[in-house]
């Protein structure tokens, strides 16, 4: 998802810098990571919750009376839960997120990413109960750039949610897992 976004970053960095004009540049990215772990063997009730939140504002003015303003906000959380009664109950989840944007004011170069990558895994092996898995991760970028003749704008947001639960009163064994991809990006 940021290969392309740095490749074209670097691509149009160097142009610029050719070319000898004068330019104002912002970039700017953030990386949320983080795994969440929930095992239970016997008898109880178990829970963790995780919440991590990356905000990131910059403004510049360049050349010519040109004003550019970018943002971009996510924030990724993790809940996992497990009750029973005997047996062996787990979850574990692993989620990751990034976000970058360029953006040269002036010359009429925005450019962002968004994305995220979540997967999980639910156990469940002999006894009563049950367990579950939430991850969620929303996140919105914004870049807006003005001059004396006009204004223009990048703006994208992107949810996602993952769920994966088992439940069982035999003494068998259960196992699910789910991921999800998404990722969005404009120029």
Do not use: R
Not at 18 to 46: E, P, R
Not at 134 to 145: A, H, I, K, Y
Not at 154 to 175: E, H, K, P, R, W
């Amino acid at each position: 998802m940021l290969k392309g976004f740095a490749v074209t970053a670097a691509l149009v960095f160097l142009l610029l810098l050719s070319s000898g004009a004068v330019a104002t540049y912002q970039f700017q990215s953030f990386g949320l990571g983080q795994t969440n772990y929930v095992g239970m063997s016997g008898n109880g009730v178990a829970g963790n919750i995780n919440t991590t939140v990356a905000a990131v504002d910059q403004l510049a003015t360049g050349p010519g009376h040109t004003v550019g303003y970018q943002s971009t906000v996510g924030s990724l959380t993790q809940a996992a839960g497990a009750v029973g009664m005997g047996g062996l109950l787990e979850v574990y989840q692993v989620g990751d997120a990034l976000g970058g944007q360029l953006q040269v004011p002036g010359a009429d170069v925005q450019s962002q990413d968004l994305g995220a990558d979540l997967a999980q895994n639910i156990t469940q092996l002999g006894g009563d109960g049950s367990a579950l898995g939430l991850q969620t991760f929303v996140g919105f970028q914004m870049q807006l750039s003005f001059n004396p003749w006009g204004g223009g704008a990048n703006v994208q947001g992107i949810g996602v949610s993952l769920y994966d639960a088992v439940g069982s009163t035999g003494n068998g064994a259960i196992a699910v897992g789910g991921s999800a991809d998404l990722s969005a990006g404009q120029n």
